[in-house]
């Protein structure tokens, strides 16, 4: 076994602080020395970014540093239990833990990587809510985000596709069987505002300007 070298470090902490570090090493079984030693150890090795993404999260609640991070780690504990409680004990894929060369990725990568694919995931749910929703009407902030992100199928299965595919049949068969008078008056409706209208704009028949 390598021994690793020691160094003496002369430091002052506060009165409070040393009391608190004094009954804490008890509790936890180690020495003073030993205590310190994985405190900084913990600390040292912290990655900064998220440090400060965890001091956000403290500061807006007006609670210490440590009490988000003991939260943040009760709340996983929590719900590895519930699992185990629910499903019973067996083995659990870790996805978080992304080995790398250099050990497992973490800090702001891990960040990023973990929120591309939670992201992801939040979006397939939520096109999924939306697409069953869809039918009875939605919010122009929801059907934006539906036409952002749907894709592949999910477009093809959407109520909002089948009625566009309603609405372009009956502007083929409307044009397929218009009058000479009517394909006059379309032709000089499209030079004025634009080749995408159709006999179904809604100013089409009125004359007036089109609502954009």
């Not at 006059?184 to 209208?197: D, I, N, P, S, W």
Request: aromatic content about 10%.
């Amino acid at each position: 076994m390598v021994k690793t070298k020691s160094e003496p470090m002369s430091i002052r902490l506060p009165e409070g602080l040393i009391a608190d570090m004094k009954v804490a090493a008890e509790r936890h079984g180690l020495s003073q020395t030993a205590f310190i030693t994985k405190a900084l150890e913990a600390w040292t090795y912290f990655d900064v970014d998220v440090l400060n993404m965890l001091g956000e999260w403290a500061r807006g609640l007006n609670t210490s540093l440590y009490v988000v991070m003991e939260t943040f780690l009760i709340d996983r504990l929590a719900r590895e239990a519930a699992d185990i409680d629910i499903n019973g004990p067996s083995p659990k894929e870790l996805p978080e833990f992304i080995p790398t060369t250099q050990g497992f990725l973490k800090g702001k990568q891990l960040f990023n990587t973990l929120k591309v694919k939670y992201a992801g995931q939040l979006e397939k749910e939520k096109v999924k809510e939306l697409l069953e929703r869809e039918p009875f009407g939605l919010e122009d902030d929801e059907k934006a985000f539906l036409l952002k992100h749907r894709a592949g199928r999910t477009w093809l299965e959407s109520y909002e596709y089948k009625k566009e595919l309603e609405r372009e049949e009956a502007i083929k068969k409307y044009l397929d069987n218009m009058t000479s008078e009517e394909k006059v008056k379309l032709e000089a409706f499209q030079k004025k505002y634009g080749k995408g209208r159709t006999p179904f704009s809604a100013s089409f028949w009125e004359g007036d300007e089109p609502k954009e």
